[in-house]
């Protein structure tokens, strides 16, 4: 039931490791800075991390990793934009607070999948 589903914990829907870039933050436009990030989608957010590879073996123990920031997908946008970027498999995401992200990765198939996924989660929440 839906009281069920939002009294348990989140379910883990997704994480991996893509390149990130904030560009906008409550509607105004910021600098470009593209950086590695461990990237989770989990429940109604996506969750930022640290790239765990500039990591130390300390921050992996739990509780250590805090996240960088994190993402309400509730009311976001999600849209392709390989005209924001000369990178190629460029997606951008856009909340309800005027933040915006770019988020990219190499491999062809796992951009496809996260678009998925995270638009599934947006139009499951468009519904609620
Ligand atoms: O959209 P832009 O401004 O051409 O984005 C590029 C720049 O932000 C550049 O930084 P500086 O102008 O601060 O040197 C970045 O290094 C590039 O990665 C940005 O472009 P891409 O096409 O990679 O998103």
Redesign the pocket.
């Known amino acids: 039931s839906p009281e069920c589903s939002e009294s348990s914990t989140p379910e883990l829907e997704k994480a991996g490791l893509l390149n990130k870039?904030k560009i906008a933050e409550g509607g105004r436009k910021l600098?470009?800075?593209?950086n590695p990030s461990w990237v989770v989608l989990v429940g109604n957010s996506l969750v930022f991390f640290k790239d765990p590879k500039s990591q130390s073996p300390a921050s992996w123990k739990p509780g250590n990793s805090r996240p960088e920031s994190s993402v309400d997908l509730r009311g976001a946008k999600l849209h392709w934009a390989n005209d924001?970027?000369?990178?190629k498999n460029?997606f951008r995401l856009r909340t309800v607070t005027g933040n915006e992200f770019?988020l990219?990765s190499e491999t062809d198939s796992v951009i496809k999948e996260w678009y998925g996924t995270i638009q599934s989660v947006i139009h499951r929440l468009d519904r609620d």
Not at 31 to 34: A, D, L, P
Not at 84 to 87: A, E, Q
């Open positions: 870039t600098r470009k800075n593209w924001l970027s000369s990178k460029v770019l990219q």
